[in-house]
């Protein structure tokens, strides 16, 4: 049997039907590719430049003279540069479980409309908005050891004062854990927040009929729910921990001594005090691998979450 031919008209109508269609698809990539483009030159060439610096010494003003990997065989044994990895690392953990773990707690009882809840919302947001050198400045007079706001009040209760917060190493690195945390957490609970509204509300009440407490449907009916964006707003928080600069050189410099001087702050100090450019760009390298690194770790792990949840 012949295969039946397509008339002429109809055939062209249909090739006229797809190109809206196509045009229509192509729109939007079209729309989005200029601003793809830039935002890929403002992150690839920075990083370019950084590669080629270290790869050398730069006074700031000549060429650069090429070394090749002398500033990173230099790096692999500097104790400063281990110091300030571990430091990263502990403020890292300590800034990201406490963030994400206080934004779930905080946006679970919003959803769940607690009394207070829109007050709480608008408090817990508000640090947001402040910008980063305005908090540093602020916690670093409220923990002054004469006349801060901590010492005063732990004075009132009996608790002690004129305690040094941040001129004693661990409790400097504590501070500044609990600064990034109070800067982070509103953010981190908004993005949750949005996760938490799209389940149904039929679920919980369904769960309420059950007698599932709500610890239970917090457990076992909200987090699995929203595993993905846990993902997202840990991977976010990582990066915000990772690049915390502003708030610990408002407050400490990365001191006393280098107590709190994560990987950020050592790369504008080497670079920008030391004015030894190939060996900050060596470590700001180093450093932009690390939270690559971590990166997708964390967003494979609640990749791995999400699919044995399934």
């Given amino acids: 049997m012949a295969a039946q031919e397509i008339p002429p008209v109809a055939a062209t109508a249909t090739a006229t039907a797809r190109r809206p269609r196509r045009s229509a698809q192509k729109f939007p990539i079209l ?58 690392l502990v403020f890292f953990v300590g800034t990201v479980v406490f963030t994400v773990v206080i934004a779930t707690l905080l946006a679970n009882a919003i959803n769940r409309k607690v009394p207070g809840a829109r007050f709480f919302k608008t408090i817990w947001f508000l640090p947001v908005i402040v910008p980063v050198s305005v908090a540093g400045v602020f916690w670093s007079n409220s923990f002054q050891p004469s006349t801060g706001v901590v010492n005063t009040v732990l004075g009132s209760l009996g608790l002690g004062d004129g305690h040094a917060w941040l001129a004693s190493p661990t409790t400097a690195l504590i501070v500044t854990i609990f600064v990034a945390v109070w800067t982070q957490t509103g953010y981190a609970m908004l993005i949750l927040l949005g996760a938490m509204d ?101 967003l494979q792990l609640f990749r791995q979450q999400r699919l044995d949840a399934r």
Avoid: C
Wanted: glycine share 10%; no cysteine.
């Fill in 198 to 298: 799209t389940i149904s509300p039929e679920v919980h009440e369904a769960a309420t009929l059950d007698g599932v407490s709500e610890a239970g449907r917090l457990f076992r009916i909200t987090l699995p729910n929203i595993v993905p964006m846990l993902g997202t707003v840990t991977t976010l928080m990582s990066v915000f921990a990772f690049n915390a600069f502003g708030i610990i050189y408002a407050m400490t410099r990365g001191g006393p001594g280098n107590a709190t001087s994560i990987l950020p702050v050592l790369v504008y100090k080497q670079s920008f005090v030391d004015q030894d450019y190939g060996y900050g760009s060596a470590t700001a390298v180093v450093t932009t691998l690390i939270v690559g690194v971590i990166g997708v770790v964390v």
């Fill in 31 to 88: 729309i989005v590719a200029p601003a793809l483009v830039l935002m890929t030159l403002l992150i690839a060439y920075p990083v370019a430049e950084s590669v080629h610096i270290s790869l050398g010494s730069w006074d700031g003003i000549g060429s650069v003279t090429y070394r090749g990997l002398a500033n990173y065989r230099r790096l692999m044994n500097d104790s400063l540069v281990r110091q300030s990895i571990v430091t990263s």
